[in-house]
């Protein structure tokens, strides 16, 4: 007689594979780095090739020396040097870049169990890294090759009077003829790879919406000026921190509501950083402390099963 074998609920099915997830994610960020790409010249494509092959190698060589199964063909590691590299400027010397990737993917990641087990985002913790190491690599912004920018300075640096120059207008804004990392500067190839994580159910589009929304209410009411808060939206790396590294799966709550109290959260740190820190742009610290935070968030916020008692 053949034996029945019931595991522990949920019983889900899903056609989707963290490899499948992955690919999608990679596809959604094609546009951001083709667009990079143009924008800043070849030097991107050397920075996100070192990023990416320093990922896959990083990740190869840990669980050859662990004895761990290999995972490289899950393409997390890929999406974790993608998005690093496109939070760098395009004329990041190529061994910050992998002393980057290598923190990301070794440290964060690998150390503490590999995929589903890190306690924050990779990149994003990458990113801060070399922040803190390296300043010229994320500070700044890199002089568009195909067009005369008047100065190759952040729209943040210039809006908090760091640094002197013209802001570019919103339409440069929303094209990305400005200064800045190689995938923040194109809002419209973000909202472009938005659109297809949307549309393929990878994220839900309620975090990036509120994340974005909660910065432009509270900039609107900090500077009564709708024209400072566009700026305040399509500056920095909100529009790609809220799309890419706020819809983490393993780093962000599950449950829907507490996704909302994360975007909402994100949104408040950034702008506290922004206006009052002395830091210009404050999305990748506002996201590792909501990371650490996402825990906490996802107890309040789940749902008491029907008839249960309150713990």
């Known amino acids: 007689m053949n034996k029945l074998t019931v595991s522990s609920s949920p019983h889900i099915h899903t056609s989707n594979s963290t490899q499948r997830i992955m690919l999608d994610v990679i596809i959604a960020?094609?546009?951001?780095?083709?667009?990079?790409?143009?924008?800043?010249?070849?030097?991107?494509?050397?920075?996100?090739?070192?990023?990416?092959?320093?990922?896959?190698?990083?990740?190869?060589?840990?669980?050859?020396?662990?004895?761990?199964?290999?995972?490289?063909?899950?393409?997390?590691?890929?999406?974790?040097?993608?998005?690093?590299?496109?939070?760098?400027?395009?004329?990041?010397?190529?061994?910050?870049?992998?002393?980057?990737?290598?923190?990301?993917?070794?440290?964060?990641?690998?150390?503490?169990?590999?995929?589903?087990?890190?306690?924050?985002?990779?990149?994003?913790?990458?990113r801060i890294f070399m922040m803190m190491s390296f300043a010229s690599a994320v500070g700044g912004g890199a002089v568009p090759s195909i067009v005369e920018v008047s100065s190759s300075a952040t729209p943040l640096e210039l809006i908090s009077g760091n640094k002197a120059g013209a802001l570019?207008?919103?339409?440069?804004?929303?094209?990305?003829?400005?200064?800045?990392?190689?995938?923040?500067?194109?809002?419209?190839?973000?909202?472009?790879?938005?659109?297809?994580?949307?549309?393929?159910?990878?994220?839900?589009?309620?975090?990036?919406?509120?994340?974005?929304?909660?910065?432009?209410?509270l900039s609107l009411i900090i500077t009564n000026d709708l024209t400072l808060s566009l700026y305040q939206v399509l500056s920095g790396g909100l529009l790609f921190g809220a799309v890419f590294m706020a819809t983490d799966y393993v780093t962000t709550p599950i449950t829907r509501t507490g996704k909302m109290v994360f975007a909402v959260g994100c949104g408040l740190i950034t702008v506290l950083i922004r206006f009052f820190g002395s830091y210009p742009e404050g999305v990748s610290f506002a996201i590792l402390l909501m990371n650490i935070l996402s825990p906490y968030i996802e107890k309040w916020t789940a749902k008491r099963p029907l008839g249960g008692k309150k713990a």
């Open 29 to 126: 960020l094609l546009p951001t780095a083709v667009a990079g790409t143009v924008i800043f010249g070849l030097g991107s494509l050397l920075v996100m090739g070192v990023c990416v092959a320093t990922a896959i190698l990083s990740e190869f060589l840990f669980n050859i020396i662990v004895k761990k199964e290999q995972t490289v063909s899950d393409l997390s590691a890929i999406v974790t040097g993608l998005i690093l590299a496109l939070n760098l400027r395009a004329d990041t010397p190529w061994w910050q870049c992998m002393l980057g990737t290598v923190f990301a993917i070794i440290v964060v990641k690998c150390l503490f169990g590999g995929l589903g087990c890190n306690f924050a985002n990779p990149a994003i913790t990458g």
């Open 168 to 217: 570019p207008s919103l339409w440069d804004m929303l094209l990305g003829l400005r200064g800045g990392a190689i995938g923040e500067v194109c809002a419209l190839a973000i909202l472009l790879g938005f659109a297809y994580l949307v549309y393929r159910k990878v994220i839900h589009f309620e975090t990036p919406l509120i994340f974005v929304g909660t910065v432009f209410v």
